[in-house]
């Protein structure tokens, strides 16, 4: 292998190992969005889950609780804002707003004395038999380590749930006639609580998969808007679990190539390397509604709207 | 008091007692005519902000960009605050940068308003991705083409000198005329949305944007309009912090009131006037939180805890307005 190439794998590599912390809460905001709620306090729940699965992960030196409980401390944010929009019907926008801002200030509060601390038990790589000896996919897709694995399996075990089994069909109809559904007899704001629940887990996955093994380490507002991009990336994905893997390893490229030109010394101003990410979403974004209208594809039709039985 | 409960709640949970902490919150926000003076400083970028996105709010324009537009905006006015000679007169020259804030917050919040009235892009993502690009923008130019040279290499810019500075009008506190921009302001969009047919017209189209169609209200100029000027606002928000408290731009001038005043609009019930009153608590606790975090080392981030919280409480307790409304209507 020559050396560009081998650069190459290794950046892309690094770049499945950003997205990843992307892919998690995108997976989750599709499905809760897909579900007629939406939840911008994916960044809070993100960082909430990021503190709480690092000072777990140091506390236990396990990853792999921290992990978990990283992923439930994202979880169990998320019902702050299921009670107010789904219970209470308050307005989902406002809620979801105020769960970042919730999430960043407990964060702060409570991650004041763990600021600068490493994890240091390392995540090794699983190379899988087989599949990693394929040449560039192989080093890059599958010589990674176990949450990475974890984040395929869920990409298509949600594509599957979402568009071959019946759960799929009422989650869909939750969304898009919550009506319809509650006649069809799907529990409409317990299957919403549930929903919600998960788009909470994947966001304290995300946040978990960042400080334990990503970066490894405790910053304040460590997660610095990938919680944002994430909410712009479901739109790219255009409410598609398997398109969601796509912009997830994008942007991780973005992130990742702009880190490493960092490293190298280019002459390039720090500061608009690093906005690279955020200019890019942003443009995306526009591009990928422009698509979504020309195919006709929209959100979610009853998206953000509460759901109670006795409105007729 | 849902919110005051659950951030008692997290600051016991670390072994400080919570009552000690809001004793010293209250003295540190209200206790003494300096800690009021801190707190007033602290609520005239708030009302500014405020007022402006009620303007938008009200046509349910989801504009989370204040804070993009108040670093573009302070970002405009320091080219006219380092660029013109120590000897114009220091009412032209905060005039020109109060124009250049504007103009500054107004550009930026033009994109997102475009965006969505061409092509429906959702606004919510715009606005917030604007922020971080403004920030870095920010950074470019601190540690760039604005960094001053004697700073050994802190991203700060040169002071300002005093003709770019807003006048202090109360002596030995940091209250700066900006305060008086706030309540003209507060003022200007009250009459707007109440008493003319822009901000009818602005409440037709948050209420039901298709009826407003068909009667015929231009919502594509309406909805520009609105942007600019809450934009712009926020732009001048940027302008009196860097002109009337910080006196040169840095890192650290605060856009996190962008996202604060989002907050105070909401819990003012989109009311301007009622913004006077909400920022000043709000800006009372968050000068309250910088004390207690000097004294009793208590995290800052308790601030964001306290004040989500009431707009939580804030947002679940609508439904019982709702009902309240139902049950009349039917007797």
């Known amino acids: ?312 | 008091m849902i919110g005051l409960i659950i951030g008692a709640l997290v600051i016991a949970s670390k072994g400080t007692n919570p009552f000690t902490a809001y004793k010293a919150l209250i003295m540190g926000a209200f206790g003494s005519s300096y800690a009021l003076s801190e707190t007033l400083v602290t609520a005239t970028p708030l009302i500014i902000i405020s007022a402006g996105l009620i303007m938008v709010f009200n046509m349910k324009f989801w504009n989370i960009g204040a804070y993009g537009q108040y670093i573009m905006g302070a970002i405009f006015s320091s080219f006219f605050a380092l660029n013109s000679a120590p000897t114009t007169s220091p009412f032209l020259l905060l005039t020109m940068m109060s124009i250049a804030g504007i103009i500054g917050g107004a550009l930026w919040a033009l994109i997102p308003a475009l965006l969505k009235l061409v092509w429906e892009v959702n606004e919510v993502v715009t606005t917030l991705l604007l922020n971080y690009v403004a920030l870095f923008v920010l950074k470019y130019f601190m540690y760039g083409p604005w960094r001053d040279p004697a700073s050994h290499g802190f991203p700060l810019s040169k002071m300002f000198s005093p003709n770019a500075q807003l006048p202090i009008i109360l002596n030995h506190t940091r209250i700066h005329f900006g305060i008086v921009f706030g309540i003209i302001i507060v003022l200007v969009i009250y009459v707007i949305i109440k008493k003319t047919r822009f901000g009818y017209e602005n409440r037709v189209i948050g209420e039901n944007n298709i009826a407003a169609n068909y009667a015929g209200i231009n919502i594509f100029k309406n909805t520009l309009i609105a942007m600019a000027v809450s934009g712009g606002i926020a732009g001048l928000a940027g302008m009196t912090q860097i002109s009337g408290v910080i006196h040169m731009l840095q890192l650290e001038i605060n856009p996190n009131y962008g996202y604060t005043a989002i907050i105070v609009a909401w819990l003012a019930a989109l009311n301007p006037i009622a913004v006077l009153v909400i920022a000043i608590l709000i800006g009372g606790i968050e000068a309250g939180g910088y004390h207690i975090q000097m004294i009793m080392h208590v995290p800052f981030g308790i601030v964001g805890v306290i004040e989500s919280s009431i707009l939580f409480a804030l947002l679940g307790g609508e439904i019982f307005k709702t009902y309240r409304i139902d049950f009349r209507r039917r007797r």
Do not use: C
């Not at chain 1, 409980?69 to 998320?78: E, I, K, N």
């Not at chain 1, 919550?178 to 788009?199: C, D, H, I, L, P």
């Open chain 1, 1 to 312: 292998m020559t050396e560009q190439s081998s650069i190459l794998v290794t950046l892309s590599a690094s770049a499945v190992r950003s997205g990843t912390i992307l892919l998690f809460p995108t997976l989750g905001e599709i499905i809760t969005e897909r579900s007629g709620v939406i939840n911008l306090g994916i960044e809070g729940m993100m960082i909430i889950g990021a503190l709480f699965g690092f000072i777990t992960g140091n506390l236990t030196h396990s990853p792999y609780i921290g992990f978990l409980v990283g992923m439930l401390a994202g979880g169990l944010t998320s019902l702050i804002h299921a009670f107010i929009s789904i219970t209470l019907r308050g307005n989902q926008i406002v809620s979801g707003l105020a769960l970042t801002i919730f999430g960043l200030g407990l964060t702060n509060f409570f991650g004041q004395d763990w600021i600068n601390k490493k994890f240091t038990i390392p995540v090794s790589s699983i190379a899988i038999p087989g599949l990693s000896k394929i040449p560039v996919i192989g080093p890059v897709l599958f010589n990674q380590d176990i949450f990475v694995y974890f984040s395929y399996i869920l990409v298509v075990f949600m594509w599957f749930v979402l568009f071959k089994t019946r759960t799929g069909i009422h989650l869909r109809a939750l969304g898009e006639n919550a009506q319809a559904a509650g006649a069809m007899g799907v529990e409409v704001n317990k299957s919403r609580y549930w929903w919600t629940f998960f788009g909470g887990l994947m966001a304290g996955a995300g946040g978990a998969y960042l400080t334990l093994v990503y970066a490894p380490f405790w910053l304040d507002g460590i997660t610095a808007g990938r919680g944002w991009i994430a909410v712009a990336l479901v739109i790219f994905a255009m409410w598609n679990p398997l398109y969601a893997v796509i912009g997830a390893y994008l942007f991780g490229g973005i992130d990742s190539v702009q880190f490493q030109l960092q490293a190298s010394g280019t002459t390039i101003p720090s500061s608009l390397l690093n906005m690279q990410p955020y200019l890019m979403t942003f443009i995306v974004v526009i591009a990928a509604t422009i698509v979504l209208r020309k195919r006709h594809i929209g959100t979610p039709r009853e998206l953000g709207i509460p759901y109670s039985r006795e409105e007729k």
